[in-house]
């Protein structure tokens, strides 16, 4: 097909839409690790998840088996009001760069709470209030999470409590206010309502918090109220299931035009974009149906693929949640102060930790001030001005179609493009200003982290 055929958006029909998530943990030979007890270092059952869980969410959470899960209707009619997220091919872009290479990127920012994490809020807030639940309780690192879910709670009439983190809180009032005004509790972390919060300040007087401590709190909020869960936003194999809405639909538009992607690239952070972009292509690549390289995307100052250890840790600084078998850079690690803060949690999914270490995927570190460089081009050239999340995805992609420019390639490159930047504007606000900087941890840094990580028989020892 030539260029031209392509449209600037590719759109799909609502009957085109996924019913069913796929569940990428069906088709791995190798499956992601089993989460374990924090005492027991046993394999944690059903009954001892939904204490916590949502009994939906915590059966989803321990099948790996099942391909394809359907989608009930509920979620399906909520995602048609943002949903198809468009398909867009970079034409600007690539004319700008000069490059042969085909770039397209799905973008997930197009909806209020400004990223893709509304696709699995609103499936937990359905299956909570299905439960008969009256609330939930979750943490929000940047913002977003806390944002979708509440947008979902108030479309399910569910009680949702969200912790925040304290410098988030401080630096982003306007996302508190977008929360209350869908009718959520805002707290800052760490606080005084929890033993955790408490305990971690009488610590740390003065901390500006950290997303696993966030988490702490939010757990003890929900396992002390009666009936309230908790849910969280990223990491877990649930919310990659949720967002396999990403990639399914990315396929659909791409084989509906006869498209090939040669390179899929996402950021990650907890991994749930990346993991739902890549889902059904990855089944093809592990089923030998079709291969594509894939390229995660982390922030240089939070490396836990490319230079953390695959062990289990703990998802959490209070130490309340199961253990995970993931790369991490332990449950202590604190990122200095960066610009992305969607992406600084210290370990990452169970699925894609799997699949980077049968090397399947690959991964890369990039700098802040060229993240923002890169997000900059891409706005001026292509409209949207990205989330800072999102331009480490952009970056790797420039990169890429830049080397194809060298080498002549035509490669097909498709990245995500998870949200908008308009809620990080003091991001943005410090590039300009010139006064972002790129602060890398030395190995000394990184070695009081992962020397936290538990040692037990089989765990680093
Ligand atoms: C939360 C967030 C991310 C990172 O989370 P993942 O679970 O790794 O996808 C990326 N981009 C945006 C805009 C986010 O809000």
Known sequence: ????????????????????????????????????????????????????FCEELAKQELDDTTPYIEIPEEIRNFYK???????????CLE????????????FEGNNTSGSHKLNSAIAQAYFAKKQGLKGVTTETGAGQWGTALSMACAYFGLDCQVYMVKVSYEQKPFRREVMRTYGAKVTPSPSDTTNVGR?????????????GCAISEAVEAATSQEGYRYVLGSVLSQVLLHQSVIGLETMTALDKYGIKPDMIIGCAGGGSNLGGLIAPFMGRKLRGEADYQIIAVEPASCPSFTRGVYAYDFCDTGHVCPLAKMYTLGSEFIPSANHAGGLRYHGMSTVLSQLYDDKL??????????????????????????????????????????KCKETGEEKTIVFGLTGTGYFDLVAYQKYNDGEMNDYIPTDADL????DQ??????NLE
């Open 447 to 450: 070695k009081k982290g992962i």
């Open 361 to 402: 995927i690959e991964a890369r570190s990039v700098e802040q001030t060229s993240v923002f460089q890169a997000a900059e081009q891409f706005a001026r050239i292509e409209g949207i001005l990205p989330a800072p999340e999102s331009s480490h995805a952009i970056r790797v992609a420039i990169d890429e179609a830049l």
């Open 81 to 91: 009001m943002y949903r198809p997220s468009p398909l867009v091919r970079a034409y």
């Open 199 to 211: 305990a971690i300040l009488k610590q740390f007087p003065g901390t500006t918090g950290s997303l």
């Open 453 to 458: 990580i538990p040692r037990f028989p089989g």
């Open 1 to 52: 097909m030539s260029k031209n055929e392509i449209p600037y958006k590719i759109y799909l029909e609502e009957s085109e839409m996924p019913k069913s998530w796929y569940n990428l943990r069906a088709d791995m030979k190798n499956k992601p690790a089993p989460l374990l007890h924090p005492g027991t270092h046993q394999p944690l059952k059903l009954e001892e998840l939904t204490p916590i």
């Open 95 to 106: 004319k700008q760069l000069g490059t042969p290479a085909k770039i397209y990127y799905k």
